[in-house]
Each structure stands twice: as structure tokens, then as C-alpha cells.
């Protein structure tokens, strides 16, 4: 009887770990780490440490932060001229990844805040979505 | 007692082969090419003899615009890529890979890197000087290099590195992210993935296994 208690409750217990395992990889971070991993870490490198003095940090980047609103179109759209980040200027264009829908914006965003430069997670994904509707509308505009 | 013996007798048995097992592993690196394939035929059969030859002469210009031929390397190893300034995919990586190499090489005169752009109507002299600079390169330890369009590309194909233009391509380009590791008698030593940390772990292991061997 006890046996067969403990049984099932290991049972129960692999059940939960399997749970768990399949929801904590579609937590946004993971998703966004993955993101940044496939579209921004070939120049922005693996910990966002950028490299010298061509590709700027996006971890520990006071530009970023003080930017957080504009940074959903800004990986949607790419951005060129110059930038100073953390007292540097950089001057390589950035390409744009309009191919990635607004959930995976919102996800890339939340990791490079949150995971990178150690932000308050309160960023919503409704903001983003906001934002991406305003700067479709200004490029429409333009 | 017996029990005793035989385990003193087997653990002999071990530290003898664990000994030799190392004593073997003596490291080696081959020779990868160029090979040159001789064909001769003898009593109306075809022999085929494989002898390696050396990488070939060469012409290019650095960020400095110094002429890079053949003779800047005479007597140093070489480490060398192909890449453009304005790749966005692997060439980041790979340079920010190469730039390790370069920092611990800083002051080794025997080591030396060269970087071919394979986009030589975009890469200028004074855009890989200002790339460079970007970078923190020293121009005498890594020559970044532009030239004539079909010199750079039939260079690839000599070193067996994949580089095309393709307007499919991110940038325009497509190429291998290989690294490859060239002797003082100009033979291909080693091939190794430039985008991979621990892949140049080793390529640096290699360059400090040949220049002791030398």
C-alpha cells in the first residue's frame, strides 16, 4: 500500500517537472534569449557586450535604456547614423527585422531589458504593441 | 595473499598502460594543402602521385595601404579568412574571434593574420582603415585586405574557401566562416570554424604547437 503510494506520487511528481519543463520554455525570456541569440548576437555578441567600437552593447547600455520606448521600431525598422552609447559613438547601420510579428518583438525586447540591462520586468506587451503601431504610422507618414 | 598479489599485479597493469597511453599521444598536426597530384604512367599503368605543395603568391593591399604579398609572411605563420566590413551575419564573430588572436599575438613578430574583403568595390583602403581602427587593430599583426575583384575570389578558391557573391545573401555575399591556420612553408595546417570560441581555443593551441616545433 505505502509502496504503491509512493508510486504515484513519483508519478505525479515526473508529471509536474514535465509541466513545468514545457511551459518554462515559453516563458518570454526564453523565447527572447532564442531571438537574440538568431537575430542580434551575430554583431551585438553572445552577452550583448557589442564588439569594439563598430557594434554597440545593448547589455549594461544607457542608450537602451534611455530608449526603451523607441526600441520595438527600432529592431522592426533598423536604424543608421550615428549613436553614442555609454560615451561612445557608433556609426554602423543596423538592418531591420520586419519579419518578426509583435509578440516575438515583444519578447526580444522584454530579454534585452529585463535579462541585458536588469530593468523592472513591469514592460508590457501591450506598450509594444503601441509603440509598433506608432512607428508604422510615422513611417507611413515619412 | 594471492588475492593481494593479483591486485598488485593489476594495478601494475594499469599504471604501465595509462603511462604508455600517454606517452603515445604525441600531437601532430597534417598537412592539408595545397596537394599537387603528379600523374605518370609506367609500363602503360597510371600512377598517381600526391606530394603538397605551397599556398601561392599573392597580391593584396592592407588598411594602411602596404602591399601584402607572399614575402610579408616569409618565415611566420599565418592565420587568414575572408569576410566584408558590412556583413551581418557571421563576420562579426569571426572578427571578434580573429581580435583574440590578434590580442594574444600582440607582440609574437611570427605570428600574423590576414583578412581578405571579398567585397572590394565597398571595402575601400579607408574603409577598412576606419573598420580597424573600430576594432583596435594593429595594422603589422592583422592586415585587413582589399584588391582585384577576381585576385580575391580565385585566392578562395585556391585556399578551398567557399566565398561567392550572392544577391540572396544577407549583404550580398555568401562565405565560409572558416579560419585557417598556414604554415611558414605555406601549407594549410588546420581548418577551423571562425565563429566557434573553442574552436580558436585550439587553432591557438596549434599556432603555439608550431611555432615550438619550428
Known amino acids: ?142 | 595473499m594471492v588475492n593481494k598479489s593479483w591486485r598488485i599485479g593489476l594495478s601494475i597493469v594499469l599504471a604501465v598502460s595509462i603511462i604508455t597511453a600517454c606517452e603515445s599521444e604525441t600531437k601532430q598536426l597534417p598537412i592539408l594543402g595545397p596537394t599537387i597530384i603528379k600523374n605518370t604512367v609506367v609500363d602503360g599503368a597510371l600512377i598517381s602521385d600526391t606530394t603538397f605543395g605551397a599556398i601561392r603568391g599573392f597580391k593584396f593591399w592592407d588598411q594602411d595601404s602596404n602591399v601584402i604579398t607572399e614575402n610579408t609572411v616569409e618565415g611566420k605563420l599565418y592565420v587568414t579568412d575572408f569576410f566584408f566590413t558590412s556583413c551581418p551575419t557571421i563576420c562579426p564573430k569571426m572578427k571578434q574571434q580573429m581580435l583574440r588572436i590578434h590580442d594574444r599575438y600582440l607582440d609574437e613578430d611570427k605570428v600574423v593574420l590576414l583578412s581578405h574583403s571579398i567585397d572590394p568595390v565597398r571595402d575601400s583602403v579607408q574603409r577598412l582603415k576606419t573598420f580597424a581602427e573600430k576594432l583596435g587593430v594593429q595594422t603589422e599583426k592583422w592586415h585587413l585586405m582589399t584588391g582585384n575583384r577576381d585576385s580575391i575570389y580565385s585566392m578562395a578558391k585556391h585556399y578551398v574557401i567557399a566565398a561567392q557573391e550572392d544577391p540572396d545573401a544577407p549583404g550580398g555575399f555568401a562565405h565560409s566562416g572558416a579560419f585557417l591556420l598556414v604554415d611558414t612553408k605555406r601549407q594549410i595546417r588546420g581548418i577551423y570554424d571562425g565563429t566557434d570560441p573553442q574552436e580558436v581555443d585550439q587553432l591557438m593551441d596549434d599556432i603555439q604547437f608550431l611555432n615550438e616545433q619550428e
Do not use: W
Open chain 1, 1 to 142: 500500500m505505502n509502496k504503491n503510494k509512493r508510486i504515484s506520487l513519483a508519478l505525479a511528481s515526473i508529471a509536474t517537472m514535465t509541466v513545468c519543463f514545457e511551459s518554462c520554455n515559453y516563458k518570454p525570456k526564453n523565447q527572447g534569449r532564442a531571438l537574440y541569440n538568431q537575430h542580434c548576437s551575430s554583431c551585438h555578441m553572445e552577452n550583448g557586450q557589442g564588439l569594439g567600437e563598430l557594434y554597440p552593447p545593448v547589455a549594461k547600455s544607457d542608450y537602451v535604456l534611455a530608449n526603451k520606448e523607441s526600441l520595438a521600431c527600432l529592431i522592426k525598422n533598423g536604424v543608421s547614423g550615428p549613436v553614442t552609447v555609454n560615451g561612445v559613438t557608433y556609426n554602423t547601420a543596423m538592418s531591420g527585422n520586419p519579419q518578426l510579428t509583435q509578440n516575438e518583438i515583444s519578447n526580444l525586447v522584454y530579454y534585452i531589458l529585463v535579462e541585458l540591462n536588469g530593468h523592472d520586468d513591469s514592460y508590457s506587451f501591450k506598450e509594444v504593441k503601441q509603440q509598433l503601431g506608432q512607428c508604422l504610422i510615422s513611417q507611413d507618414e515619412s
